[in-house]
């Protein structure tokens, strides 16, 4: 079991940059692949990122690709998503998950177990 927190959201001008942070509770967390989603009004929800236990594999989404970076910290149960030159379609409640299954079901939605509350990304034109 893990409780996931998000943290970092809010409002930014277009070509800005936001930090996302997830922290996680339990002793296992090193060992889930994690997810960042996002789900913007009347648009399904979408992968964004996602990250083997290690931090060696990742995985993004080509809509923000080159603009997105997804790391993680096993010693601090962390996860992140350094968002950079946003733009106003990456509006959205982002949300971090965390997969018991390997990496190569990083793009997997249904693979997720556990999920976090979410957090505001508005990005102004």
């Known amino acids: 079991q893990v409780q996931l927190a998000e943290s970092g959201g809010g409002l930014v001008q277009a070509g800005g940059s936001l930090r996302l942070s997830c922290a996680a509770s339990?002793?296992?967390?090193?060992?889930?692949?994690m997810g960042w989603f996002r789900q913007a009004p009347g648009k399904e929800r979408e992968l964004v990122a996602g990250i083997r236990w290690s931090g060696d594999s990742t995985y993004y989404a080509d809509s923000v690709k080159g603009r997105f970076t997804i790391s993680r910290d096993n010693a601090l149960n962390t996860v992140y998503l350094q968002m950079t030159s946003l733009k106003p379609e990456d509006t959205a409640v982002y949300y971090c998950?965390?997969?018991?299954?390997?990496?190569?079901?990083?793009?997997?939605?249904?693979?997720?177990?556990?999920w976090g509350q979410g957090t505001q990304v508005t990005v102004s034109s």
């Open positions: 339990g002793r296992t967390f090193r060992s889930y692949t």
């Open positions: 998950a965390a997969s018991v299954y390997g990496f190569g079901r990083v793009s997997d939605g249904n693979s997720y177990s556990y």
